[in-house]
């Protein structure tokens, strides 16, 4: 296909994001949202997987640029798999468990666009953090 | 279209490909096909993430975790480890060598936190043989703005406010050089990227070219617009054949996108580029002698004037531009001249990328503001001299600079500041020596160089770079005396004066700088120098009596 003017340029430059959105770009973002899903054994073997991949297709459907989903380990909640951590920058962590199905939509919704935590999904966590 | 949530961004360049990286991008997705993640997880191979030290290099993305010295075996633990589980794999972390504290994410790297990349934006960022991550990052919008909004003279006047210096290393205004070529009369002209990088011990042209083509390309396109020119050249030498590989690719892709071509965007402008291949001559990098083996003749220079904007390709107004300043000019079109010219010094504007190589700790590619100091180039990015040994000097400029030593190490590095202290900016290599290296050898190096790249053109080059290094052997084997050295300088001289280009014209500043600088070092190798008195001090007597105190 040939590219005829500015706007079909940048009209194939938004369909393409998709492939370069993940990455960590010049630009430092302020407000950067991170979804840390807990993909040890026994997150894995509870959905994680399924969930993170959720929150993949979810975000991208919402065109949501400023979110990263990450995998991480496990942080001991293991009779609440699959958990996971939404870090907002100067917020407190909140964490959620079993995370499944429609609650991705129910967090991403609330919690990530409307900026209110989903209280009844929240862990509480009563330790430390170094 | 896809939906991965992670992206394994394993480096393509030549130095990690040397170090086996095809074989850790093809293990890698093996296994991911194997566990069944082929569709959540891809694997891209980009451009060159400058450290080149620790390669290959492997990156996680979103995770931004960086991984370094992974071979073919680790990809199995990267796969079921990191992104299975979600584990970084910590012994594939990049530890600081002295303090051993690990890095996690590439930015708390004391290697990346001073470097400011411009023309290296995308160079480990994107697939440079996917035109579409290109254009996903903003690629061909300079072109689209310029071509659509923009007349010729705009464009010259961006790129003069901007303050770009030509970054093969002679440091001319870029703009300027434009404006000069648009103005000449005719309707043939040419723009011609010069991509003949050949100082030893630099990488700078060859990185941006297999990481980040398009960006090229495009500013190609952009300069042909600026000067009158329907058709681009790129020169680059054979021994690039990965460079050349993606440069192809790219143009097909370019073309087939109509963002090369006849009418680009519906405009009235045409544009396209062809590449001839060099055979690796040193000389073939003057811009006279380039143009000459472009038309197939021998690549030798011509007198100057009159200028290849004047006469260039077969006699038409042509402009010869370095891949590196290419590479600036799309960022300085989209965001503007003021911002480029917000960074560096005062009559040098924005970033140079260096080749880091010899007794450093951390060999590779950086991209840094021009003011920063060679100080902070080699100790904070650099991380050092191998082994913890001293610092004895740095060269700039390859065979034509000189060397800069511990006194000068914090002076701010820019066109003008460099030169004055006795070396030049050049295209970008960076050789540190170490208190092992003897100098003598470093020149007598530079020499063997320069006396076998000489064209043969003009004799003072010719056959005065042949009887400079003579002259060197035979004081590194001992049998020189102090008429030796006296008859040596002489000759510096004369082949600096009396030689047609910049090769000849350069060829002995290695051997005058190190003289400068390390005096006692050829001392030590005189046969008639008398009166040793400690280490590395010697009063040594001249043919005429008189007496030379180190």
Partial sequence: ?130 | MSKFRTNIMVCGGTGCLASDSEKVFKNLKLILKARGYADEVQVIKTGCFGFCEQGPIVKIEPDNVLYVRVGPKDAKDIIDEHIIKGRTVDRLLYREPDKGKKAHKQEDMPFYKKQLRIALRNCGLVNPEDIYEYIALGGYEALGKVLTTKSQKDVIDIVKKSGLRGRGGGGFPTGLKWEITSKQPGKTKFIICNADEGDPGAFMDRSILEGDPHSVLEAMAIGGYAIGADKGIIYIRAEYPLAIQRLNIALKQAREMGLLGENIFNTDFSFDIDIKYGAGAFVCGEETALINSCEGKRGEPNYKPPYPAEKGYFGHPTCVNNVETFANIPPIILKGPQWFASIGTEKSKGTKVFALAGKINNVGLVEVPMGITLREIIYDIGGGIQGGRKFKAVQTGGPSGGVITEEDLDTPIDYDSLTAIGSMMGSGGMIVMDETDNMVDIAKFYLEFTMDESCGRCTPCRIGTKRLYEMLNKITSGKATMADIDAMKQLCYMIKDGSLCGLGQTAPNPVISTMKHFWNEYLALIKDVDNYQEEGRYIATNKDGTTIRS
Avoid at chain 1, 23 to 52: Q, Y
Avoid at chain 1, 58 to 82: A, D, M, Q, R, T
Avoid at chain 1, 103 to 117: A, D, F, L, Q
């Fill in chain 1, 1 to 130: 296909m040939k590219v005829k003017s500015l706007e079909e340029l940048k009209k194939i430059r938004e369909e393409s994001m998709d492939k370069v959105n993940l990455r960590e770009h010049g630009e430092i973002n302020e407000d950067k949202i991170e979804i840390l899903v807990g993909m040890a054994t026994c997150g894995i073997s509870s959905g994680a997987r399924e969930t993170l991949n959720e929150f993949v297709e979810e975000i991208k459907k919402e065109k949501l640029n400023n979110v990263k989903v990450i995998p991480v380990g496990c942080i001991g909640y293991c009779h609440s798999e699959p958990t996971v951590q939404v870090n907002i920058s100067g917020e407190k962590p909140v964490l959620y468990g079993n995370v499944k199905g429609k609650r991705v939509h129910e967090i991403i919704e609330k919690h990530i666009k409307g900026g209110k935590p989903v209280e009844n999904l929240i862990l509480h966590v009563d330790f430390e953090r170094a």
